[in-house]
């Protein structure tokens, strides 16, 4: 009988929902109501009431905050995840230093080659992103990849001397760190959360302070999960 009322009750709800997304338009459609309205509004009058310049950084730090928030700590998260089962395991005896493997002569050069100027690329996408195409993200993620691939040069162990271990937990969380110091200003001083608020320089300045902690946050946090899942390797 109960399973009976389970089976009635989802033909019922999905039946409702069917006859719901049959009523939607096609996908893409300009007569839909998304593109009449709501994407026209962001269109229009987007980037002066987000407070960038480029359209998609005002929805994704401004209009959609919370969701990118939400992100940067889900990044974050998974990284204390796997640095805590990572230790975990190291607990359990003593820690074997791994081997260092020989280096193509070819990809050694290469990659000391292009390194300042994957740097300085990555820099110019962080600065740059609420401007131009780019971002914190997709900076993070390029610098996280040149990491590693010094890693391959260098050996993991002089990377791990590279960063700054003392206050290397803190410079982790920096992006969620930065992000809710930011949904606070922007309460204090513009009466909502995540508010970016005038002078157009104030704007400026916490755009780019938003960009540059998502992208220290994501090139450490790719580079943690690389050294780590590099340790267990080797253990």
Do not use: C, K
């Not at 200003?185 to 300045?205: D, M, V, Y």
Request: aromatic residues 6%; neutral net charge.
């Amino acid at each position: 009988m109960r399973n009976a009322l389970a089976l009635l009750i989802v033909i019922v709800l999905a039946g409702l929902m069917m006859a719901g997304v049959s009523q939607l338009p096609p996908p893409g459609s300009p007569d839909g109501a998304v593109h009449r309205h709501v994407a026209a509004h962001y269109i229009d009058g987007g980037t002066e009431a987000g407070g960038a310049p480029n359209l998609v950084t005002a929805v994704l730090l401004n209009y959609r905050a919370l969701d990118t928030y939400g992100e940067v700590v889900v990044i974050f998260a998974a990284l204390v995840a796997v640095l805590a089962v990572g230790l975990s395991g190291h607990s359990r005896g003593p820690r074997r230093q791994p081997d260092e493997l020989p280096v193509s002569p070819v990809v050694d050069r290469i990659i000391r080659l292009l390194a300042p100027f994957i740097a300085l690329f990555a820099l110019f996408m962080i600065l740059e992103g609420h401007v131009l195409p780019g971002g914190g993200f997709q900076g993070g993620v390029v610098l996280g990849a040149l990491l590693i691939l010094l890693s391959l040069v260098l050996g993991p162990r002089r990377i791990r001397r590279m960063l700054p271990t003392p206050a290397l937990f803190w410079t982790r969380a920096i992006a969620p760190l930065v992000f809710a110091l930011t949904a606070i200003a922007g309460l204090a001083l513009a009466g909502w959360l995540f508010a970016l608020p005038e002078p157009a320089w104030l704007r400026e300045l916490i755009l780019v302070g938003l960009e540059l902690a998502i992208g220290i946050g994501a090139a450490l946090a790719l580079v943690g999960f690389y050294l780590s899942l590099e340790a267990d390797h080797h253990d």
